[in-house]
């Protein structure tokens, strides 16, 4: 059985492995204390909303939704950031329910809608096709880094 939360302080510890794998498949160095601390920190200052998701009372997978605006349209939009399951739970309808979780809350706050970023390999694509999330192809992303 699956059930979604939207998590305070006190699922900290149930969500940081999982966070730390997620960085871990994209080739970070893992660090769990760095992890608890980046997401404490998120929680704290109400800078995002994560929605952990436990299949029989087991955290398996989790997205993390930031909030931005768009001038034009007047409206808030959620950045879906991060989006995980773990590897012994993938194929369970898991990640699906964590993207149907976050358009609802979208729905309820009147956000305008959803926009992610993924990796040109990273096979989740299926799956947001499959839920009706459009390729932009109309715009060019660009990213400087300060370093």
Not at 35 to 46: G, T, W
Not at 74 to 86: A, E, G, H, P
Request: net charge negative; glycine share 4%.
């Amino acid at each position: 059985m699956t059930s979604i939360v939207e998590i305070n302080e006190s699922h900290i510890e149930d969500i940081t492995p999982l966070f730390d794998q997620y960085r871990i498949f994209y080739k970070q160095e893992s660090d769990e204390r760095a992890a608890r601390d980046f997401l404490l920190k998120r929680i704290q200052n109400k800078e995002s909303i994560i929605l952990l998701c436990y299949f029989n009372n087991e955290p398996v997978g989790f997205t993390q939704l930031y909030t931005t605006f768009s001038s034009v349209s007047l409206q808030s939009v959620f950045i879906l950031n991060d989006l995980y399951v773990s590897q012994t739970h993938r194929g369970k309808g898991i990640g699906e329910a964590l993207l149907d979780n976050a358009k609802q809350l979208c729905r309820e706050k009147k956000y305008k809608g959803l926009a992610l970023e993924t990796g040109v390999d990273n096979p989740a694509q299926q799956l947001y096709e499959k839920l009706d999330w459009k390729k932009d192809t109309d715009c060019f992303h660009y990213f400087w880094t300060s370093e």
